[in-house]
């Protein structure tokens, strides 16, 4: 048994066939999905998402979404996703300072959604940084 990923974003989905298992970060931590797993729907967090073949792995950086699992079949619906070969880690730097910096002046005080976007970015330009970090430990 195997499973299918497929992953549903605005400019159209990826799909890949032939997973032994996929890792994800969901709010409470991270959560594993194996062929044969009962059906479940739940969030997704900012974090690495990790596709496990049997002779390969690819992994991605996800931003906040919603998960479904039937059937061998997981389904992930995210807004922000990069692959780790597309990391720029310049431009995930600059992301997480100007995301840091902003959230520094305290101008943001009493519009929570402005934070909160603030804060997305900057777990979204970590997560891309540790995922390189990853990388380079192989």
Known sequence: MAITLKIELPDG?????RLKSVILQAPDGE????????????????GILTAVAAD???RFVTGSGMLWVADDRVTVLLLDLVAEKDIDAA???QLLAD??????????????EACKEL???ARFAEAQLALLEL???G
């Open 13 to 17: 989905p990826i799909v890949i066939d």
């Open 31 to 46: 959560m594993g999905i194996l062929p044969g797993h009962l059906p479940l729907v739940g969030l997704v967090d900012v």
């Open 56 to 58: 390969s792995r690819e």
């Open 91 to 93: 431009a995930a730097k």
């Open 99 to 112: 995301a840091t910096a902003a959230l520094a002046t305290h101008e943001f005080a009493g519009r929570e």
């Open 119 to 121: 804060t997305a970015d």
């Open 135 to 137: 990388g380079r430990d």
